[in-house]
């Protein structure tokens, strides 16, 4: 980045990017009294349906009543933490190493199993799939052959 990105000429300003942040650099000032912006590593991620959810490379359980939904994942001080809504349902330790998984037996107690392949343990969701309205393709082939279509 700083040896071919930065050395180009930026195509508004018209002069390379090194030279505009070095001036730039020299004009900011720290503001008083005021804290760093705060940021927070969060994502949206669905949960499996073996009650995990991948976050940074390994997978954390999560309670099996949230198999199939939708969850945020965010670190939170070298822990990582996962919230249903405004609730948090899973608070683990961030793993060590890439592709581990970390779990907690009090997950994955009361899963309805049944006789599964191997060693795999499947969640059966119980929420259906969503309706889907179907309309027949007859109504939009006359929009279009009025005009009103692309």
Known sequence: MWEVANQRVHGTTYE???GRWEADRRSLRPLANRPPYPYADEELRKVARDAYVSWHGSRYSVPWPYAGREVWVRDRGGEVEVLYGSER?????????????????????????TAARGTKIVVHLREPAPVVEIRP??????VAAAGGGR
């Open 137 to 142: 393709l007859a109504t939009y082939e006359s």
């Open 89 to 113: 349902i899973a608070m683990h330790a961030r793993a060590q190493r890439q592709h581990a998984v970390v779990t907690r037996a009090e997950h994955h107690q009361g899963i309805p199993r």
């Open 16 to 18: 390379p990017v090194i």
